[in-house]
Structure formats: C-alpha cells, structure tokens
Antibody, heavy 124, light 113 residues
C-alpha cells in the first residue's frame, strides 16, 4: 500500500528554522517524483515545487524559490521541506504528494497519493 | 503563469441531482503532440488532504465512483457528479499540469441543498 506519512505539527517563532518530512512506503521511492503543496488557512492549494528522488533534480514555483528548500534522503525514502527563516505568512498546512507518472524526459502529471499534511504555525 | 478560474465558487445541489463545476484556463492546456489535456480534478473533504479524481481531463482515477466524470478541451473543462451523494460534500479543485508552476483553481465548495 502506497503511503506518505508526514511529520507532526510545528509551532515556531518568526526567524526560526524548520524542516518537515514526508516518509514514503509501499513503492519504489526513486521511481516517482515528490511534490509539495501549501494550503494557507481557509484558502486554496498552491504548488511549491517538486523533486526527482533519483537525482535530486528540483523545480521550485517562483513564489517559493529562495524561501524554501526541497530535498530527499533516498536511503530512508524521505523527502523534506525546510525553511531557513520562518515568517508569520508561512503559517499553513503543507502537503507532500507523489507525482503519478514521469517519463525519462519529462514530468507533467497529476498527484496521485498525498500525505496527511503538516500544520506549521509561525507566531511570536 | 496559467490562471485557473473555477465557477461557481459554491454550489448547493439536492441529493440525487446533478452537480457541474466549471474550470477555465487562461491559455490552452491541450498538448498537440499527444492530444492530451493536462487537467486534473481533486476533491478535498474537511480535515483531509486532496484526493485525485480525474486526470487528462476525463480519465477517472482508480476507485473513483463512475458518477464522477470530466469533460472539456483546450481552455474549458467541467467536472460532473451525475447523482449527488451525501459523501460528495467537499471542495473541488481543478489543476493544470501542462507547465510549471502548476496552478490550481480557487476551489468550488459543494453542499447539499
């Protein structure tokens, strides 16, 4: 059974750093890209970026480039999303998701399995 | 960026009736090489992550009830629930995966009348 299990809720202060995780199981981790999606309180879905676990190739959405870092540790089938300096506007639910299908040359495909979400609260 | 606009923002339909949600992209998301529309629909129930319902505009994900169907091409798309069930109460999002940044519609909240 494919599962993406995310780390637990976090409460942080502005300026603090944070790394949240997404552990995959039930499939070959390096065969499927992982993507991250933000959902601010009461709002819609925003694509943050994606990573190819086989070689750590990354695409960031322009709104998130330079503010977050996406990475993987394929030895433990885990993807990460991290911030160097949190802001109050980073308060949101963050989801990881698996990309349904990627060829060897392109990866334009929907997201078929989702983690349960990690709630990040940033408040002074 | 491709802007995805859904209509309506909210919708109330009686049990057993048809519900239709529309989605328009700011540019065509039909790839001429393979004749596929790079459009997906997701369902999100309160307190849950989104769930993939439809992709390639009209392909139903495995396990999704056949009362859900997708249609459209180019820039105009629809999600139809043929006979609304109580468990279909949710927010529905369309998404284009034609080009990065991948973008979602603002969501349509579906309720029971």
């Amino acid at each position: 059974e494919v599962q993406l299990v995310q780390s637990g809720a976090e409460v942080k202060k502005p300026g603090e750093s944070l790394r949240i995780s997404c552990k995959a199981s039930g499939y070959s981790f390096t065969n499927y890209w992982i993507t991250w999606v933000r959902q601010m309180p009461g709002k819609g879905l925003e694509w943050m970026g994606r990573i190819d676990p086989s070689d750590s190739y990354i695409n960031y959405g322009p709104s998130f480039q330079g503010h977050v870092t996406i990475s993987v540790d394929k030895s433990i089938n885990t993807a990460y999303l991290q911030w160097g300096s949190l802001e109050a506007s980073d308060t949101a639910m963050y989801y990881c998701a698996r990309v349904l299908y990627c060829s060897s040359t392109s990866c334009y495909s929907p997201f078929d399995y989702w983690g349960q979400g990690t709630l990040v609260t940033v408040s002074s | 960026d491709i802007v995805m606009t859904q209509s309506p923002d909210s919708l109330a339909v009686s049990l057993g009736e048809r519900a239709t949600i529309n989605c328009r992209s700011s540019e065509s998301i039909l790839y001429s090489i393979n004749n596929k529309n790079y459009l997906a629909w997701y369902q999100q129930k309160p307190g849950q992550p989104p769930k993939l319902l439809i992709y390639w505009a009209s392909t139903r994900e495995s396990g999704v009830p056949d009362r859900f169907s997708g249609s459209g091409s180019g820039t105009d798309f629809s999600l139809t629930i043929s006979s609304l069930q109580a468990e279909d109460v949710a927010v529905y999002y369309c998404q284009q995966y034609y080009t990065t940044p991948f973008t979602f519609g603002q969501g349509t909240k579906l309720e029971i009348k």
